[in-house]
């Protein structure tokens, strides 16, 4: 039998609060609806860069744009991690815009 008992185990009692709080859900998918391109800026380009980051295309390694850090800024490091994206995804033409074939795949 495993011991439960959350007094000695305060990590599981965290876990167990959220459970019946009902805060420990999965996130909702995001859709993307706007076109998006250099210099935009908004919660569209904060959550295309945490889809980008989240799928092996990082925005940065460290600082702004990276895991945990997106900004809502499309700059330099965003176009290039969705040009990267686009190469891999075979989206032509691949030149960091984020179109109508780029937002169908990503909205998948």
Excluded: C, W
């Amino acid at each position: 039998m495993i011991d439960i008992n959350t007094e000695k185990k305060p990590e599981v009692k965290v876990v167990t609060d959220k459970i019946k709080n009902n805060s420990l859900k999965p996130e909702k998918k995001y859709t993307f609806k706007p076109n998006l391109s250099l210099n935009m800026a908004g919660e569209d380009v904060r959550n295309l860069q945490k889809y980008l980051n989240k799928n092996g295309f990082l925005v940065a390694k460290s600082g702004p744009g990276s895991p945990g850090k997106e900004t809502d800024k499309f700059g330099a490091y965003t176009r290039k991690a969705l040009i990267k994206f686009q190469k891999a995804k075979h989206i032509s033409p691949t030149i960091g815009y984020f179109g109508q074939l780029t937002r169908a795949t990503v909205n998948k």
